[in-house]
């Protein structure tokens, strides 16, 4: 079973709402990330959190806002989010050795849709 | 140009046959290669990283690594119908958090 935990995994959402989405990673890593996974597309690196602190932030739109409390916990505020935005969002975790990032172990994703 | 390309396929092989998916990355920075396999409805799952040129090999899977070509591959012998998903490349630069993924190739075994 995955040691990267996410809730909720489904989530429908007006364009009006405001909602979070929450990622636990229970194995001892320093390092955590955010994905989109659209249909046909590559998974895009949206934030990634190395030691708490956000070190990538790939022209995500601000309608995406990411909190990094400790270690183990990631989440992603979303507000006033697009038809567009639909997608499977996915938390990862990593152990970061100095100079770089080690392998990536993924959770099961929230899949969202935006009506 | 992609960072990461893959064969998108679908590519299909029939059961106990050699399945090889391959992958072409631009980065001649890139230090460290995995393979992840990801189920429909489900999220990428680690199957093989590799760092060295050569091959590695774990079970039933072989991931062959050439840099030099910036040439990644995965091997799957004796195809199972449970090895049928989608096999998505990654590269990391290793010099930070950023790692880029392919769009994957779809791999179905016929029993």
């Known amino acids: 079973e995955t040691g990267v935990t996410q809730t909720p995994r489904h989530l429908v959402m007006g364009m009006t709402n405001k909602k979070s989405l929450k990622c636990e990673q229970h194995?001892?890593?320093?390092?955590m990330y955010w994905y989109k996974q659209s249909a046909k597309k590559p998974l895009e690196l949206m934030f990634v959190y190395s030691l708490e602190e956000r070190v990538e932030n790939n022209s995500v739109p601000s309608r995406f806002s990411p909190e990094c409390p400790n270690s183990s916990h990631l989440f992603l505020h979303l507000h006033t989010l697009q038809p567009e935005d639909s997608a499977l969002y996915l938390c990862?975790?990593?152990?970061?050795?100095?100079?770089?990032?080690?392998?990536?172990?993924f959770g099961p994703g929230t899949r969202l849709t935006v009506l | 140009q992609k960072e990461v390309e893959q064969n998108s396929g679908p590519l299909s092989v029939p059961e106990g046959a050699i399945a090889s998916l391959n992958c072409t990355y631009s980065?001649?920075?890139?230090?460290?290669f995995f393979w992840y396999r990801q189920y429909s409805g489900k999220s990428p799952e680690l199957i093989m990283s590799i760092y060295s040129n050569g091959d590695k090999e774990d079970g039933r899977f072989t991931a062959q690594l050439n840099k030099a070509s910036q040439y990644v591959s995965l091997l799957i012998r004796d195809s199972q119908p449970s090895d049928s998903a989608t096999y998505l490349c990654?590269?990391?630069?290793?010099?930070?958090?950023?790692?880029?993924f392919g769009t994957g190739t779809s791999l179905t075994v016929i029993p």
């Open positions: 990654a590269v990391n630069r290793h010099t930070g958090n950023q790692f880029y």
């Open positions: 990862a975790s990593s152990q970061d050795p100095p100079g770089g990032a080690d392998t990536q172990y």
């Open positions: 194995l001892g890593h320093n390092a």
């Open positions: 980065d001649r920075g890139s230090q460290s």
